[in-house]
């Protein structure tokens, strides 16, 4: 079964960075557009980052120049590397397959001095 094991979150600073790692199976990873959505309390989910299996990215307004979507295909592993981080890119974060829907369980990111 499809399996999505986000990592990586945690507590940075206004400014800093946090890289964000998901770790996929149960599927042919390299076949499949991967995506990073977040849900800030209140909030409705919203898809962040994208990236095609053959390795386009796109991203929304919001974070675009900041955060950096990336695979490694021989290790199924989707990652999202966040710069510049502000604090309102607090949020759970969520490894997402396009393909079927498949979320993981989440990874909190904090944005905070």
């Known amino acids: 079964q499809v399996q999505l094991v986000e990592s990586g979150g945690g507590l940075a600073q206004p400014g800093g960075s946090l890289r964000l790692s998901c770790a996929a199976s149960g599927f042919t990873f390299s076949s499949y557009a991967m995506g990073w959505g977040r849900q800030a309390p209140g909030k409705q989910r919203e898809l962040v980052a994208g990236i095609s299996s053959g390795g386009t990215a796109n991203y929304v307004d919001s974070v675009k120049g900041r955060f950096t979507i990336s695979r490694d295909n021989a290790k199924n592993t989707v990652y999202l590397q966040m710069n510049s981080l502000k604090p309102e890119d607090t949020a759970v974060y969520y490894c997402?397959?396009?393909?079927?829907?498949?979320w993981g369980q989440g990874t909190q990111v904090t944005v905070s001095s």
């Open positions: 997402h397959r396009y393909s079927g829907n498949y």
